[in-house]
Each structure stands twice: as C-alpha cells, then as structure tokens.
Nanobody
C-alpha cells in the first residue's frame, strides 16, 4: 500500500504563486506516474499535470505555461509550482500516483489540499 500526503496549499492573491508537494510512503516499487488533479466546487475533477518516472510531463490546457510539475524519484515526491494564479484555480488539489507491478496496478490518491485564490 502507498500513502500520499500533500502539503503547501493555502490562500493567495491573484497573480501570486504557491508550491504544492506530495510525498509518497509505504510499500513502493516504482511510481510510474505521479500527478495532480483538482476539483472546484460544483465541477468535475480535472487533470492539472502528470509526470512519469522518466520525467515526461503532461498538463491540462488551463494551466499550461503557468504551472510546472516535477518529481524527485529518490524522495518519492512530486511538486507542483503554480505561478500567475487566477481565482478560477481555486479548488481542492489531489495528488495521484500509479504503480504497475507485473499484472497488477496500484492507483493511489491523497486526501487533498485546498488552494484558494482571491481576486
């Protein structure tokens, strides 16, 4: 079992920056994919960004050019640097990790961290 713990959320003014961290612990083999999703009130969960163990990245259209995802494989930690924040970025941000071990797939989620951007 893998546990994900997020940190770094909070309240920031529009145009500001925040950095989220997500540390994985437990029985880790190889976290093939780590990433961030978010859910705003009344909306569906959406992709923010993902990064593979080989550092290939993918971003949701709404955050391209403003957010940067990175990971430290030695620490089993993924980061999300969020710049030029907008009120519409307000949401609960969830860390996600995917691990493939042979024929089994582990799909893990953190508890979420609130990000609030004031106008």
């Amino acid at each position: 079992q893998v546990r994900l713990v997020e940190s770094g959320g909070g309240l920031v003014q529009a145009g500001g920056s925040l950095r989220l961290s997500c540390a994985a612990s437990g029985s880790i083999f190889n976290l093939n994919l780590m990433g961030w999703y978010r859910r705003a009130p009344g909306k569906q969960r959406e992709l923010v960004a993902t990064v593979t163990s080989g550092s290939n990245t993918n971003y949701g259209d709404s955050v391209k050019g403003r957010f940067t995802i990175s990971r430290d494989n030695n620490k089993n930690t993924v980061y999300l640097q969020m710049n030029s924040l907008k009120p519409e970025d307000t949401a609960v941000y969830y860390c996600h990790a995917l691990e493939v071990r042979g024929t089994s797939v582990g799909d893990y989620w953190g508890q979420g961290t609130q990000v609030t951007v004031s106008s």
